[in-house]
């Protein structure tokens, strides 16, 4: 239900005013937290070294190429004492007494195992045997503690960060989960550095809400927003994600729940999944320094093959091409530029049994292949362990970015791909005088080097989170925890056109090289506060029981200040007291909250059969007034049959069989529920209203439904591991937000890119597909292993029902459509199927789809469907080759097929902005269907049609190579290290595909063209390519 | 793990589970602030009534201006000087039921669509209101009553205008939407005549500048309508000092003068068009920048708005002689010829024109077009001109356009799809 109270008079300005303080503050304790912890730290190390007793060191490697395992939990059984291994397999245990100690060694994808050491053994060998599949691996399900994975009824997939990062060269978070776990798609925007993706978990669930996943670091809810930043594109998209803010180098793993069937714990806003992010933590022992440099280039990948050559009439008639060549040469500099990437990472980890902690710092700065855009940030995290007791554990961690990322502009905003896309013969300099004078040297509007030099975008952004976490066991069956933490995220967003007095005359620019600033800020808390608790029996020998009940609060505080000016008086200022025109300001605030509570039982027999069941119930404050709260339900089973007495199947050594059935929501956006009118300025100043959002008072959340069945199997001694999972998820009471008539008059709040809209519940999505792991050890020999990971996930998509008796379709943006018996936001359009061309070229006797197979009149041919947006199949496959123990090769390949995209390149090449194709002048070299679309248009017989730019998008891209090296430890002792890793790594290095636009993977995340399923690529950088170079010591 | 019986677990796993539930009743944690959005009830107040009429009014003056520069872009009166989807497929008049911008922008982001009718229910609603509520409750409410009544004809009368059809949607008592049907110009000329009937028929008498203000209006949608003779009778009751403003400041960028902000010294979003340039009519001050715009266009610049501030005129003395001279062509009697001519002859001696002499039927109805767009330019009364003289395009259908394409011949608004896709009455 939604609720509201009123703010008392001034309240907004000192909320404003604590708000500002409250965010200084935060920096300055969040800097001076950082630099404190890592200068104690650094004190403390050699007190911790001196205070160790006894030691044991060695090394943990893999059975049969004996490569070193990395990041394995080395722990002495019985106590809090641990250790992690470097990147050379090694741990080194202190503060050791006795004459002999048992470790336990856990590594995920590895059999956990025990070993015997004498204390003050300082060579010791443990070999770890690869487990395609491990039943005994802990996963986070939102009760107390851990929970192994042979409990569970349902999949998760889980992502070995810290592995992937030694190995690969990752940017962001999105570039760990992309091909890596079977479901999970992620689609880019841009290939501009900073440039975020949207994450899509088993298809599109939602209509109209967001479809991205909830986000969770150390158990405390995060911003997961996506899209935000500056309008670098126009049509409303920027494209940063705060996804990306984490650094992947502090990551341990990430855990992936991926619906309803997983994620009924996690209540409403969970429907689309759960990403779990778990952060390195530190081990006991001496303080284990990690240092790590990274040196390479971003570039733009083959743009003479990318680009198309432009045709276009010149004075005389003739038609004269340019290419990517020829405007390069004409331009006389380089279009694009070979990016620098750096980055430095520092990292202690440490402590004792009492306490354990694990410090980072990095700085990076990563410089795009368009001239302005660039990434600088630097990012701390300081995570502590604390036991005081064998019933106490607390868990604290902290951390704190900051950085710039400055964007080029794109797509309807100008720039350096929308003026190099329209390259134009007729605007070289040696065309024409007038062409001279402009001296725009081939480029469509702006040369790029102007464009780069007059529209100043970029986000700053500082981003705190700080969380924790108590956890007591009281009595032996008995354990709570109370996690609690805050994500504050300071956004600012910022325009610049600094006055240049010489571009005003330049007719591209004009006025706008007056000046213009414009700033938008955003304050965004989110808070979290979760209490669990879990009872554990046996009732008998052989049945167990585990009940748990919980409840969460989160909140979220939304604050957004504004200000506009334009026209600076001179060059040089750029703040908006600066301008002297059209000065605008704005502030907002907009808040949300839910308050859930869950109660789950869980059953064990044997150890082997599973059968949980549980129930949470939800309120939140975006419910309308006639809504209350929601109950979802779940329940699950898993079976262990490798474990029966009667299982005589050696060469598959483990089975695992689930089912699980779940519940979960969506809650509506905040105050959808709402009729509502914004604040205006009436005439002489008076104060005024005008209608904003017409609301609905019966809103309610969507409901998911999901069924999930799979097995996990290991076979031939464990040297092939198999998940597969089918699932069935129906998201019930679907909210669909459509268009309001302009004639209602509500007309939401436009300014702010925000149409009218009404929310309502409506209709039946179903989703349906599998999803496949696979992992094997290929061959392994002493000094020679291969491993291989092949991932492969289906989706089938479709609206069952929109709600209302009759009700076939709603628009969902340009050539979009919520369809009846369709995925979730196809292109609809009407579709050429034949024509003929005379002699001239000219397309005639164009007829379209009948929307039965046969041909019709274009001008009164039905809309028909074209295809999804969202990828159908999904997969990736990964191989790591170990030579020599220290050498190991790598590589992914990953796929995505079953979806079109709008080539808007294509679009306004040859249509919207007259005619630049070959098509245009040499159309009988074309087929007739295509050059009729090209010659489409209000004007003629046939009107607009844009079928022929409904392309299809299936690709696969050589995403990863590397090639690291362990070096010798003489060699690293000669740089002053106890080890070293050198590594070279690739990534983006080629592309297969048949898609006619420049990236097959770009497109708008928001706006007309964009938003949640929206699949339009216009004029946007294509992914880069990245050679890094690394080195890694520990010390 | 201890061996415990199931009674025990349950009494203690219920006593949890109990004070987790518990937790959902706490509305409190639930409540959530709104600083900025004001609850449609709130406002359904009679002490509240001068703030409606304030929002009429408000909405309205907005919802004018990007009608005067959309209608200015399809009418010639100004050119599209950047070429971008905002202005571009009004300029080269190709404009699609499935454009979003003209239907569902902002008034200040040249929606048309969405504006007008927010500006009509906006004035619907408040006279809803004004009508249920008391003289005791509201002074001078039917003053009121007939302003916002005023208001919401012009709205229709611009829907009418400028879009080929449309749709009137009201609210019930209940506040629940009444979706409308698709109505014809005509139709809709015949509500606006009714909503400006209300007000001149008012008793007591609206203040004489409303019903000057409708009188003024009613002629236009008699007009309109090919109701010669009892728009004359309107325009012959108003003075010709009348004036009715729709003001603009410089408040927020929702108040500013739309022309100028797409238009002046500090913006070079358009230029003057073709037609307008050479006039050499104090009425349609202009000036040659002396550059160029992006697609080759010479830059002119519009001078009748200077500033943010400067109002739009929506009613006048001036445009009811207007009316009384095209009646008076119409009825095309020797007195009636004189008279127009004499009318027009007083507009030409203003803009610099020789005086006609004896001019026929035709050559007075083609002056008086000519007067109409000289005396009214750039205040949205261009494209509809066009459309009921029926006049030839200019430039001519199939001319290339300077940004690439030819000039199309959509001129009325198609009624957007975003109504028709999502009104229950069309589909």
């Known amino acids: ?1035 | 793990m201890d061996i415990m019986n199931i009674q025990s677990l349950a009494r203690r796993a219920g006593a949890l589970g109990a004070m987790a539930l518990a937790l959902t009743a706490c509305d409190k944690l639930l409540e959530v602030d709104s600083p900025s959005r004001i609850p449609a009830e709130t406002i359904e107040d009679p002490a509240y009534a001068d703030l409606l009429v304030n929002s009429v009014v408000a909405d309205f003056e907005c919802a004018l201006g990007s009608y005067a520069v959309l209608g200015g872009l399809i009418g010639e009166e100004l050119d599209d000087a950047t070429q971008t989807a905002d202005r571009y497929p009004y300029d080269i008049r190709n404009a699609q039921p499935t454009d979003r911008r003209y239907a569902v922008n902002a008034c200040q982001d040249l929606g048309v669509y969405a504006p007008l009718q927010t500006a009509r229910v906006t004035a619907s609603n408040a006279a809803r209101f004004l009508s249920g509520w008391s003289d005791a409750q509201v002074p001078d409410r039917q003053a009121k009553l007939a302003i916002v009544r005023a208001y919401e004809g012009y709205a229709i009368l611009l829907l009418g205008e400028g879009f080929c059809s449309t749709v009137l949607s009201t609210f019930d008592a209940d506040g629940n939407p009444v979706y409308g049907t698709e109505i014809t110009p005509a139709q809709a000329f015949a509500e606006a005549e009714a909503r400006f009937t209300e007000v001149i028929d008012a008793t007591p008498a609206p203040p004489d500048s409303v019903r000057n203000m409708a009188l003024v209006g009613r002629a236009r949608a008699r007009l309109n309508q090919g109701n010669f003779t009892g728009a004359r009778a309107d325009a012959a009751l108003v003075p010709a000092a009348y004036v009715k403003l729709a003001s603009a400041s410089d408040d927020d960028a929702r108040r500013r003068n739309r022309a100028w902000a797409q238009n002046s010294a500090t913006s070079t979003a358009t230029s003057v068009g073709a037609p307008y340039r050479n006039l050499n009519d104090p009425r349609v001050p202009v000036l040659n920048t002396g550059t160029n715009g992006p697609t080759g266009i010479p830059l002119w610049r519009q001078l009748k708005y200077p500033e943010a501030e400067s109002p739009f005129r929506l009613a006048s003395g001036e445009e009811a002689r207007l009316i009384v001279a095209e009646a008076a062509i119409q009825a095309n009697t020797p007195a009636d010829l004189l008279t127009a001519t004499t009318i027009i002859n007083e507009f030409r001696a203003q803009g610099n024109q020789t005086q006609l002499v004896a001019p026929t039927q035709a050559e007075l109805r083609a002056a008086l077009i000519d007067q109409r767009r000289r005396e009214l330019y750039l205040e949205g009364q261009h494209l509809y001109d066009l459309i009921r003289f029926n006049l030839p395009f200019d430039p001519a259908v199939g001319t290339t356009f300077p940004g690439g394409g030819t000039y199309g011949n959509v001129r009325c608004l198609p009624l957007p799809n975003t109504e028709r896709f999502n009104n229950p009455n069309l589909g």
Not at chain 1, 502 to 520: D, K, T, W, Y
Not at chain 1, 789 to 817: C, K, P, W
Not at chain 1, 885 to 900: A, I, P, S
């Open chain 1, 1 to 1035: 239900m939604q609720r509201s109270s009123s703010t008392p008079r001034g309240a907004p300005v000192r909320a404003r005013l604590v708000r500002h303080l409250a965010s200084s503050l935060t920096i300055h304790l969040t800097r001076l937290t950082a630099l404190a912890a890592v200068a104690g730290l650094a004190a403390f190390a050699p007190a911790a070294a001196r205070a160790q007793e006894g030691v044991v060191a060695g090394t943990v490697l893999s059975e049969g190429a004996l490569a070193p395992v990395t990041g394995a939990q080395v722990v002495v059984t019985g106590t809090q004492l641990g250790s992690v291994t470097d990147a050379a397999g090694r741990f080194r245990l202190g503060g050791l007494t006795g004459t002999q100690v048992e470790l336990e060694v856990r590594r995920i994808g590895f059999r956990p195992t025990r070993a015997q050491a004498r204390v003050g053994d300082t060579e010791l060998r443990i070999v770890m045997q690869l487990r395609a599949v491990e039943l005994d691996e802990t996963v986070i399900t939102g009760t107390p503690g851990a929970t192994e994975k042979r409990a569970l009824g349902n999949a998760v997939s889980t992502i070995n960060a810290a592995q992937v990062t030694e190995i690969a060269q990752v940017n962001s978070v999105h570039d760990l989960l992309n091909g890596r776990a079977p479901g999970v798609v992620v689609m880019p925007s841009t290939g501009a550095v900073g440039g975020g993706a949207r994450v899509r978990v088993r298809g599109v669930a939602s209509l109209s809400l967001s479809n991205e996943p909830l986000l969770y670091v150390d158990g405390v809810r995060l911003n997961n927003m996506v899209a935000t930043g500056p309008e670098s594109q126009s049509f409303s998209s920027s494209p940063i994600s705060r996804f990306n803010d984490i650094n992947p180098e502090d990551i341990e793993s990430i855990e992936i729940l991926k619906g309803p069937a997983a994620a009924t714990l996690y209540g409403t806003e969970a429907s689309n999944g759960v990403i779990q992010i778990i952060t390195k933590r530190g081990t006991s022992g001496a303080p284990r320094w990690t240092a790590n440099i990274k040196q390479g280039i971003n570039y733009l990948r083959d743009p003479e093959g990318r680009f198309e050559t432009n045709y276009q009439p010149v004075p005389g008639g003739a038609i004269r091409s340019l290419d990517f060549s020829g405007l390069q040469e004409a331009a006389g500099y380089d279009i694009f530029r070979n990016g620098h990437l750096q980055e430095y990472d520092l990292g202690v980890s440490g402590g004792s049994p009492l306490f354990r902690y694990y410090v980072s710092g990095s700085w990076e700065q990563s410089e795009g292949a368009e001239l302005s855009n660039y990434l600088r940030r630097y990012n701390t995290r300081a995570n502590f362990s604390l036991t005081p007791s064998d019933r106490i554990g607390i868990d604290a961690s902290l951390g704190y970015i900051s950085g710039r990322t400055r964007l080029s502009p794109e797509a309807g905003y100008g720039g350096t791909v929308w003026s190099t896309v329209l390259m134009s013969p007729a605007n070289l300099n040696d065309n024409s005088a007038a062409a001279l004078a402009a001296d725009r040297r081939g480029f469509y509007t702006g040369r790029t080097d102007e464009y780069n030099r007059i529209y100043l975008l970029w986000q700053d952004v500082s981003r705190f989170t700080a969380s924790g976490s108590v956890t007591h066991t009281p009595i032996s069956w008995f354990r709570h925890r109370l996690n609690f933490g805050t994500d504050r995220t300071d956004e600012g967003n910022n325009t610049w056109y600094p006055r240049i007095d010489e571009l005003v005359a330049n007719p591209n620019f004009g006025s706008e090289a007056l000046g213009l600033r414009e700033i938008r800020d955003r304050q965004v808390t989110y808070s979290t506060l979760d209490y669990a608790a879990t009872a554990s029996f046996a009732i008998t020998p052989s049945l167990t029981s585990a009940t748990s009940v919980g409840a969460q609060y989160y909140r979220t505080n939304n604050g957004f200040l504004y200000a506009y000016g334009e026209v600076f008086a001179v060059p040089g200022v750029s703040s908006v007291r600066a301008t002297s025109l059209n000065q605008s300001y704005d502030e907002d605030l907009t808040e949300e909250a839910s308050l859930g509570t869950y109660i789950q039982e869980q059953v064990g027999i044997s150890d082997r059969l599973f059968l949980t069941a549980g129930v949470r119930a939800d309120d939140h404050s975006a419910f309308g007034s006639n809504f209350d709260r929601v109950y979802y339900p779940k329940f699950s089973a898993s079976y262990v049959i490798s474990e029966e007495p009667f299982w005589s199947f050696p060469w598959a050594n483990t089975l695992k069989l689930r089912a699980a059935y779940g519940e979960s929501g969506k809650a509506p956006e905040t105050f959808s529920s709402v009729r509502s009118f914004s604040p205006a300025i009436g005439p002489s100043g008076t104060a005024a209203v005008t209608p904003r959002d017409i609301g609905n008072p019966n809103l309610g959340p969507e409901r998911g439904k999901e069924i999930e069945l799979g097995f996990d199997a290991g076979f031939f001694d464990e040297r092939l591991g198999l998940e597969f999972t089918w699932y069935r998820k129906r998201t019930m009471d679907a909210i669909l937000d459509r268009d309001v008539p302009g004639s209602i008059g509500f007309i939401g709040d436009p300014a702010n890119q925000l149409f009218a809209r009404q929310f309502f519940n409506a209709g039946e999505i179903r989703n349906s597909g599998i999803e496949l792991l696979a992992r094997g050890r290929a061959f392994e020999r002493e000094n020679a292993g291969l491993e291989l990971t092949f991932t492969l996930a289906t989706n089938d998509n479709e609206i069952v029902s929109l709600g209302e008796e009759g009700l076939q379709f709603v628009t969902a943006g340009t050539y979009r459509q919520h369809r009846v018996g369709y995925p979730v936001g196809s292109w609809f359009e009407r579709r050429i199927v034949s024509a003929t061309l005379d002699a001239t070229g000219t397309a005639t006797n164009v007829l379209c789809d009948d929307g039965s197979g046969g041909g019709v009149n274009c001008n009164t041919a039905p809309f028909v469907y074209l295809g999804r947006t969202v990828p159908k199949v999904e997969g990736g496959i990964g191989a790591t080759l170990t030579l020599f123990r220290n050498l190991r090769l790598y590589g992914l390949v990953d796929w995505k097929t079953g979806h079109k995209k709008l080539d808007g390149n294509t679009r306004v090449r040859c249509t919207f902005f007259g005619g630049r194709c070959r098509e245009n002048y040499y159309p009988l070299e074309f087929d007739a269907r295509r050059v009729a679309g090209v010659q489409s248009g209000p004007n003629v017989t046939v009107p607009t049609i844009v079928d022929f730019l409904i392309d299809e998008a299936d690709f696969a891209k050589l995403r990863e190579v590397s090639a690291a090296y362990t070096l010798p430890e003489r060699w690293a002792r000669t740089m002053g290290a106890s080890r070293a890793q050198v590594a070279l790594a690739g990534r983006n290095l080629a592309t297969w595909t048949k898609y006619g636009g420049l990236e097959p993977e770009a497109m708008f995340m928001g706006g007309t063209r964009g938003g949640s399923n929206g699949a339009w690529e216009q004029t946007t950088l294509p992914q880069l390519s990245q050679w890094v170079f690394s080195i890694n010591l520990g010390y």
